[in-house]
């Protein structure tokens, strides 16, 4: 079985300061693993993801994360938010084979105050 | 297509109407997912095609909800004698090869149903 846990529902930062956007995972085998973010009325978009090569992932926007086995984490972290990172954060877990549905957490709703 | 389309945009339904969404997926991409976002929630599965063959529809909440692909392209989600809780965004998600390259996702068909 699979399942997501985003640890915060809001989450508040001012704009030039760090953001950190957590995620724990559960998995009965090696998860693939995902961030998505999805703007008002927009479509989900992919920020990145992670497939058991490097530990620590760089997607787009200067966002990153670090899959971290021993705490069952992939949090999402980026150094100085922007006005335009706000937006509604997904993680989500998967599994290897193509088919293996996609599994979503409840989201995390990120507001960047000026 | 450059990407995955979706249509209408937004379906107002009375209770009880037969509604149709449509789903474009990415040109030559064999694996298309049909995802349901409740308001506040993360999307949840509803069922995946593998070319025309649907290889899973564990999802589906009734037997209200059909899906087709009939040509291994254009996928339809059907829903029968439409609910109040049926009110949703209707996500569809195309995938090239492996889960690792993440899913593209449509922009949605926002369902309200009155």
């Known amino acids: 079985a699979q399942s997501v846990t985003q640890l915060d529902s809001h989450v508040s930062v001012s704009e030039g300061t760090p953001v950190l956007l957590r995620c724990n995972y559960s998995s009965s085998y090696s998860p693939s693993l995902f961030w998505y973010v999805q703007h008002p009325n927009k479509g989900l978009q992919l920020l990145l993801k992670?497939?058991?090569?490097?530990?620590l992932v760089k997607g787009i926007n200067g966002f990153e994360a670090e899959f971290k086995k021993s705490e069952t984490s992939f949090h999402l972290t980026k150094p100085s938010a922007h006005m335009s990172d706000a937006a509604e954060y997904f993680c989500?877990?998967?599994?290897?084979?193509?088919?293996?549905?996609?599994?979503f957490g409840t989201g995390t709703s990120l507001t960047v105050i000026p | 297509g450059a990407g995955v389309s979706q249509s209408p945009r937004y379906k107002v339904a009375k209770r009880g109407q037969d509604v149709a969404l449509r789903c474009d997926p990415i040109?030559?991409?064999?694996?298309l997912f049909w995802y349901q976002q409740a308001l506040g929630q993360g999307p949840e599965f509803l069922t995946y095609f593998q070319n025309e063959a649907q290889l899973d529809k564990s999802g589906l909440p009734s037997d209200r909800f059909f899906a087709e692909r009939p040509e291994g392209s254009v996928s339809t989600l059907k829903i029968q004698r439409t609910q109040q809780e049926d009110s949703a965004v209707y996500l569809c998600a195309s995938i090239e090869n492996g889960q690792g390259n993440g899913y593209t996702f449509g922009s949605g068909t926002r369902l309200t149903v009155v």
């Open positions: 040109s030559g991409h064999v694996s």
């Open positions: 992670y497939t058991s090569a490097a530990t």
């Open positions: 989500v877990v998967s599994g290897p084979i193509t088919g293996n549905q996609f599994y």
